[in-house]
């Protein structure tokens, strides 16, 4: 039994790192705390849900207090301990559905404190609704919105600090839940099956569709960062496009994680159905052309990206504003260079929108 949960820890520490903890939004001392307990044989979803209940609860009593912006902070914590608590399951058994809850609660508390600048979004799309979150700046109209997304796991809130990053710079973001991810999988059951550049494309309606949000972006990361540069390809009123540690052909990869999580997005264990999914979502530079500014981001230490994953979303560039950013020590989506990428993307992306298109 010791073993066991010894190896279970390992592959919870390895998935989720201290860096990536910390990209996401933990607490430091949630994160140490994470993985000394789970270390000493704790599991791992009953020590991030814990974690999540006590900064909670600091949250409500900091809000009763009239302490607006510690009950922000600490509910914004405790969103990062659930996101990590239910990212220990890769199916949606009744626990994961049970810890996405709690998720979803906290982060309609954190909208009802955040004087309308974070709203819950739901669109009509296939079966279903997909699921999202709009965070405004504080200027009025924005100077652009860039839907942001990751890709097997790690979705919604887990970009809430690139989102108040991108705020900072007078931009407002779109926190998508696309096909096969979060509420939009487990709650609305419309999974990677579909056309994934239309479902994507209805969060570019939503955001054109309100002349205080400005011009669209698109900031996929992981796999991603696929999905981004194919519906920028299709979808003329993207306005800049951000590929962070994608592939542009992805197949399943020798890691248990990798192939559950996949199995989950399409609602499958079938590897082959899996990997001929996987061919049709993947991007083709001859038919796949990116007319809008382009930027790929990639860690030299990635262990699931190489370089040949990452060219062929160079080679589908037609816009002479494409540019290629590595960090040589850089994990999987630069979760070691949390810091310097955001600001690095959020200047990039405050730099294209908010000006004409030939500006």
């Given at each position: 039994?010791?073993?066991?949960?010894?190896?279970?820890t390992l592959a919870?520490?390895?998935?989720?790192?201290?860096t990536?903890?910390?990209?996401?939004?933990?607490?430091?001392a949630d994160?140490?705390?994470l993985?000394?307990r789970?270390?000493?044989?704790?599991?791992w979803?009953?020590?991030?849900?814990?974690?999540a209940?006590?900064q909670?609860?600091?949250?409500?009593?900091?809000a009763?207090?009239?302490?607006?912006?510690t009950?922000t902070?600490?509910q914004?914590?405790?969103?990062?301990?659930l996101l990590?608590?239910q990212?220990?399951?890769?199916?949606?058994?009744?626990?994961?559905?049970?810890?996405?809850?709690?998720?979803v609660a906290?982060t309609?508390?954190l909208?009802e404190?955040s004087?309308?600048?974070?709203?819950?979004?739901?669109?009509?799309?296939?079966?279903?609704q997909?699921?999202?979150?709009l965070?405004?700046?504080?200027?009025?109209?924005?100077?652009?919105?860039v839907?942001v997304?990751g890709?097997?796991?790690?979705?919604?809130?887990?970009?809430?600090?690139?989102?108040?990053?991108?705020a900072r710079?007078?931009?407002?973001t779109?926190l998508?839940?696309?096909?096969?991810?979060?509420?939009?999988r487990i709650?609305q059951g419309i999974?990677?099956?579909?056309?994934?550049?239309?479902?994507?494309?209805?969060?570019i309606?939503?955001?054109?569709?309100?002349?205080?949000l400005?011009?669209?972006?698109?900031?996929?990361?992981?796999?991603?960062?696929?999905w981004?540069?194919r519906t920028?390809?299709?979808?003329?009123r993207?306005r800049a496009?951000?590929?962070?540690?994608?592939?542009?052909?992805?197949?399943l990869?020798?890691f248990?994680?990798?192939?559950e999580?996949a199995?989950?997005?399409?609602?499958?264990?079938?590897?082959?159905?899996?990997?001929e999914?996987?061919?049709?979502?993947?991007?083709h530079?001859e038919?796949?052309?990116?007319?809008?500014?382009?930027l790929?981001?990639?860690?030299?230490a990635d262990?699931?990206?190489?370089?040949?994953?990452?060219q062929?979303?160079?080679?589908?560039?037609?816009?002479?504003d494409?540019?290629?950013?590595?960090?040589?020590?850089g994990?999987?989506?630069?979760?070691?260079?949390?810091?310097?990428?955001?600001?690095?993307?959020?200047?990039w992306?405050a730099?294209?929108l908010?000006?004409?298109p030939?500006?």
């Open positions: 039994m010791t073993q066991t949960l010894s190896s279970a919870f520490q390895r998935a989720m790192p201290m990536r903890l910390l990209d996401c939004g933990m607490d430091f994160a140490q705390a993985f000394h789970t270390s000493a044989g704790e599991e979803d009953l020590v991030a849900e814990a974690l209940q006590s909670l609860k600091r949250a409500a009593q900091a009763d207090a009239g302490c607006h912006v009950a902070q600490a914004a914590a405790a969103l990062a301990d990590f608590a990212m220990a399951f890769n199916h949606d058994n009744p626990r994961k559905r049970a810890l996405y809850g709690q998720l906290a309609r508390q909208c404190w004087e309308g600048r974070m709203a819950r979004v739901e669109l009509p799309f296939a079966q279903g997909l699921v999202g979150w965070v405004r700046p504080q200027v009025v109209p924005a100077r652009g919105t839907l997304f890709g097997q796991s790690g979705w919604g809130m887990a970009y809430l600090p690139i989102a108040r990053a991108l710079r007078g931009l407002a779109l998508a839940e696309g096909p096969g991810q979060g509420e939009t709650s999974l990677v099956d579909v056309d994934m550049e239309a479902a994507y494309s209805r969060f309606d939503f955001i054109t569709s309100d002349t205080t400005g011009a669209p972006g698109i900031w996929g990361n992981s796999v991603g960062g696929l981004a540069a920028a390809a299709a979808d003329a993207i496009c951000c590929v962070n540690g994608g592939l542009a052909a992805p197949v990869l020798p248990r994680t990798f192939v999580q199995g989950a997005m399409l609602g499958t264990d079938d590897e082959a159905a899996i990997g999914n996987f061919k049709r979502m993947s991007l530079p038919r796949h052309r990116i007319a809008c500014p382009l790929v981001l990639h860690g030299g262990p699931l990206v190489k370089p040949q994953d990452f062929p979303f160079l080679d589908a560039a037609d816009s002479a494409t540019t290629l950013r590595v960090w040589e020590d994990e999987h989506t630069l979760y070691n260079h949390a810091c310097e990428r955001t600001a690095f993307v959020a200047d992306f730099q294209r908010g000006v004409e030939n500006g």
